[in-house]
């Protein structure tokens, strides 16, 4: 049995005509809603979002970071928001990594735009259905990484602006395969950023 749908989801897509059955599952008490909604929900918002930029890539490891930012409306007063989409052996299965990078990256900007971020959770950002529950991380990472990983990881952490993005980014490096200094290092950026963060 599903449980209850939050009322602010269900006004929040409402709003936009967009209905919550169709849009939106219950994974074991995690909302999910599938991307095509995202992509609806903001093109009838008005999220404009700017050509991303590629932070890191790796073809031959299947590794990609892209950062997106954009706005809702028009106007420079228009609420503005930037977040990144990420692709790796060790949080996707697809075998287009550049696609689900844009699509996460494109999924999480229009629901922070749009008010939604933590709220519910795109079906692009989960790993694996197993046993009905949600995976967001692979079960073992085939790759070995590399420096360029842990550097990708590192501009992560330095370029979040809410507790929220960077205690994700410390979520992925955690199941990452980085060895032991590489993640000890990458501690003290998040250390660091958390309290910048957190004084304002």
Same mark, same amino acid.
């Given at each position: 049995?599903?449980?209850?749908?939050?009322?602010?989801?269900?006004?929040?897509?409402?709003?936009?005509?967009?209905?919550?059955?169709?849009?939106?599952?219950?994974?074991?008490?995690?909302?999910?809603?599938?991307?095509?909604?995202?992509?609806?929900?903001?093109?009838?918002?008005? /999220?404009?979002?700017?050509?991303?930029?590629?932070?890191?890539?790796?073809?031959?490891?299947?590794? /990609?970071?892209?950062?997106?930012?954009?706005?809702?409306?028009?106007?420079?007063?228009?609420?503005?928001?930037?977040?990144?989409?990420?692709?790796?052996?060790?949080?996707?299965?697809?075998?287009?990594?550049?696609?689900?990078?844009?699509?996460?990256?494109?999924?999480?900007?229009?629901?922070?735009?749009?008010?939604?971020?933590?709220?519910?959770?795109?079906?692009?950002?989960?790993?694996?259905?197993?046993?009905?529950?949600?995976?967001?991380?692979?079960?073992? /990472?085939?790759?070995?990484?590399?420096?360029?990983?842990?550097?990708?990881?590192?501009?992560?952490?330095?370029?979040?602006?809410?507790?929220?993005?960077?205690?994700?980014?410390?979520?992925?490096?955690?199941?990452?395969?980085?060895?032991?200094?590489?993640?000890?290092?990458?501690?003290? /950026?998040?250390?660091?950023?958390?309290?910048?963060?957190?004084?304002?």
């Amino acid at each position: 049995m599903a449980k209850p749908l939050d009322p602010f989801i269900k006004e929040m897509l409402e709003k936009y005509d967009i209905d919550p059955r169709r849009a939106l599952w219950d994974c074991h008490g995690t909302w999910i809603i599938y991307h095509k909604y995202v992509e609806l929900l903001g093109a009838k918002a008005g /999220v404009q979002i700017d050509t991303p930029r590629v932070i890191e890539c790796s073809v031959e490891k299947k590794f /990609v970071v892209i950062q997106v930012a954009g706005q809702l409306g028009d106007g420079d007063d228009a609420p503005y928001a930037w977040t990144f989409g990420e692709a790796a052996p060790y949080n996707n299965k697809n075998a287009y990594p550049f696609a689900m990078a844009e699509k996460r990256a494109k999924d999480r900007l229009i629901l922070k735009l749009v008010g939604l971020a933590g709220h519910v959770y795109t079906d692009e950002d989960v790993y694996d259905i197993k046993d009905g529950k949600p995976q967001w991380e692979a079960p073992a /990472v085939a790759d070995t990484p590399t420096i360029g990983d842990s550097n990708a990881f590192r501009t992560m952490l330095e370029e979040a602006q809410s507790l929220e993005d960077l205690n994700a980014f410390a979520k992925e490096i955690g199941a990452s395969d980085l060895p032991a200094p590489s993640k000890a290092a990458l501690r003290k /950026v998040y250390a660091k950023r958390k309290k910048e963060i957190s004084n304002g």
